[in-house]
């Protein structure tokens, strides 16, 4: 151990009997760091925490299997008897002594104190999967004079000599060490708790443009960098909500190129008027060299439609392809080898890059479209550029979490694309706009009503400010 590690434990080792009591002083700090972890970690995971201390946060994870490591054993000592459930280990963040893997490991205020940040990144991908997720809070640089003044006059928890890393500075180490951030943002405007004051300040002021970049907490999700895969190993579920479109049903299933192992196409109708189901059922009988299924949704609207077909679904991607076919079905391919290739997690259509043809949307359309892509960004934290691009690609398995997780959010789009966004940007699976050139309609009428979705994504909007932002 280095004679600058040796002087780190017994600093902290020397703090350790009155970690709890500093805690409860930086209450408010403390509470909105556990509230902001428990938003992004599901409780019952694999959960290793870097820096762990005396392993409140940890233990506030309800973790299926919790790992706690700090530099100082007096801390993991101290742990270890508040929390006999839990694991603790005294190791060195820089020189992890582990041969297991995480689903999430939480490295909170720890980078600060480390004496080669990129060096201990490289270790925590060690504990990693391909799907895990690496969860850092570290302090806003702007503060710097505000912290070094509270702890001098003995308002604040001591620490050692702290790196003041910006948030770039953070991004590139983690690219450097093999890892890509997902989301990032700032939390804790006001660290101070009075009562109804400091709620209020923190969950609705200090998340509002500019005001957020004055806020006390960086963090950021990051997850392994996408790694060599075999593209063609998995199986796809084509799902094609139809509503008296007969007219597009046969491109729907000639204009589909091969993809991976196998293509399933399952078509859901809201009881189309205009002979829909009678040519799927004629494409069915004059292409039984192609997997097609059929079957009547059970409610109205879209989103009612898509579930019902993913939950019909066997293969291991999950597409939505609208049956107007204004988004080239001959583009599918591009999205397979997107999610199959590790590129991301959800892969979204976006009509807003390539020239769209004369009346693909109408100009306030098209306006609208990129106000609202502006909105959802900072709301999820994730760029997003079209949110109403029919065409969303994401893995089965995170589908099925996604459900699993949908009484967070309730049944509330009408759509289903918000749905599948924001259980996207809850699961903190990395989302990638596709780029598309959108087509005209060639039979059929729209079924966007200008003005009236626009006052749902407006609501939409506030919805998710509400679950997703403002917590």
């Known amino acids: 151990m280095t004679d600058s590690k040796q002087t780190k434990r017994e600093f902290f080792d020397r703090l350790a009997q009155t970690r709890r009591s500093w ?18 970690v599901p409780r019952g995971k694999k959960v290793a925490e870097i820096g762990c201390a005396t392993g409140e946060l940890l233990a506030a994870l309800e973790p299926s299997e919790g790992l706690g490591v700090d530099l100082s054993p007096a801390m993991v000592e101290l742990a270890a008897k508040e929390f006999p459930k839990l694991e603790f280990l005294a190791a ?15 490295m909170s205020d720890v980078i600060g104190s ?13 504990i990693t999967t391909p799907r895990s997720r690496v969860v850092i809070t570290f302090y806003n640089k702007l503060w710097y004079p505000v912290i070094a003044s509270a702890e001098a006059l003995g308002l604040k928890s001591p620490n050692p000599e702290q790196n003041w890393l910006t948030v770039g500075d953070v991004r590139n180490l983690l690219e ?31 998340n509002l443009p500019l005001f ?25 579920s084509i799902i094609v909500p139809t509503m008296n479109e007969s007219g597009n049903i046969e491109g729907a299933i000639t204009r589909v190129a091969a993809m991976g192992t196998h293509v399933e196409t399952i078509f859901v109708d809201g009881h189309s008027t205009d002979g829909t189901v009678e040519k799927i059922h004629e494409v069915i009988a004059k292409h039984p060299e192609k997997d097609i299924k059929f079957a009547f949704q059970d409610g109205k609207g879209k989103a009612n439609a898509v579930f ?31 999610i199959a290739g590790g590129a991301g997690e959800f892969i979204n259509g976006c009509r807003l890059v390539y020239p769209m043809e004369g009346q693909a949307m109408r100009t306030l359309n098209y306006f609208a479209n990129h106000f609202f892509s502006l909105a959802f960004t900072w709301l999820l934290g994730q760029r997003l550029k079209d949110t ?3 065409t969303k690609v994401l893995l089965r398995s995170d589908y099925e979490e996604i459900k699993r997780n949908r009484s967070f959010f ?19 699976l990395k989302i990638v706009d596709m780029p598309i050139r959108y087509k005209d309609r060639v039979y059929g009428d729209i079924k966007i009503h200008r003005f009236r979705h626009g006052i749902l994504l407006l609501q939409m909007c506030a919805f998710a400010a509400r679950k997703i932002k403002f917590i």
């Open 308 to 338: 019902k077909g993913f939950d019909m679904a066997t293969g291991d991607i999950l597409m939505i392809l609208d049956s107007d076919l204004t988004m080239p079905p001959e583009d599918l391919p591009k999205f397979y080898q997107a």
């Open 388 to 390: 109403l691009c029919g």
């Open 410 to 428: 309730g049944d509330f789009d009408p759509f289903g694309d918000f749905d599948l966004l924001f259980g996207a940007a809850k699961l903190n």
């Open 114 to 126: 480390l004496d080669d940040v990129q060096k201990a990144f490289e270790e925590t991908l060690k």
């Open 23 to 40: 805690k409860q002083r930086a209450r408010a700090y403390h509470d909105s760091i556990a509230d902001l972890m428990r938003f992004i």
């Open 176 to 206: 450097l060490a093999g890892f890509e951030v997902v989301k990032s943002g700032r939390r804790l405007l006001f660290p101070i708790e009075i009562p109804l004051i400091t709620p209020l300040i923190n969950k609705i002021i200090g």
């Open 92 to 106: 060195d963040a820089e020189n992890l002594p582990l041969d297991r893997k995480f689903d999430y490991v939480v």
């Open 212 to 236: 957020n970049n004055l806020c006390l907490v960086n963090y950021m999700v990051a997850k392994p960098l996408r790694r060599e895969t075999n593209a063609n190993h998995l199986s796809v």
